[in-house]
């Protein structure tokens, strides 16, 4: 017993001595040049977009992120480069409806319900996107939304807003 405990802290000293911490992205592939160099993609979920913290395992170790302010990851963020090699984070695509009011009226119904239930939502353009969930589903096809449902990368995390309220 007392040998897998020595073993097993060995592994956990080591683990953190080669956890490089940076303060936050080097830059975003969009602007971020890559030239010959290999592209390793680390692959997160799009809610651990909304982590202060984050901990990632890539080919040269370890990388920890720490956030000390409201910066958060992207899609395409650069985390590391040297000369041969660009770690980049890659955000999991989500199950999405894209909601498409007709009118200002429809809008405000759906924002509504969609409200009182609590559903964190996005924008983009004139769309709303929330996340699949077949009550949803029956909501809208109730109320006649013209919506789609898509597999899509969101630009930031689904987030509740945590703004005090009573439903009195």
Same mark, same amino acid.
């Given at each position: ?7 097993s ?23 971020? @040049? @890559? ?9 997160? =979920?799009s ?12 080919? @040269? ?25 660009? $770690?980049?984070?890659? @955000? ?6 894209? $909601? ?40 809208? =096809? ?9 597999? =899509? ?16």
């Open positions: 017993m007392r040998a897998c405990a020595r073993t802290a060995r592994t956990t000293v080591r683990a953190l001595l080669s956890l490089r911490t940076l303060a936050g992205p080097l830059g975003n592939l969009d602007t971020f @040049v @890559v030239g010959p160099r290999r592209v390793e993609r680390v692959v997160i =979920r809610d651990e977009l909304a982590k202060r913290v984050v901990r990632l395992t890539t080919s @040269v170790g370890d990388i920890g992120i720490r956030f000390d302010d409201d910066r958060r990851l992207h899609d395409g963020d650069v985390l590391y480069a040297d000369d041969e090699l660009v $770690i980049i984070i890659g @955000v999991e695509t989500d199950d999405l409806f894209v $909601i498409r009011p007709r009118d200002i009226g429809q809008a405000l119904a759906i924002g509504h319900a969609l409200g009182n239930r609590h559903l964190p939502a996005q924008f983009d353009g004139d769309a709303l996107l929330v996340r699949y969930d077949p009550l949803v589903e029956e909501l809208l =096809r109730e109320k006649s939304v013209p919506f789609s449902r898509e597999t =899509r990368v969101v630009p930031e995390a689904f987030r509740h807003a945590h703004a005090p309220h009573n439903h009195e």
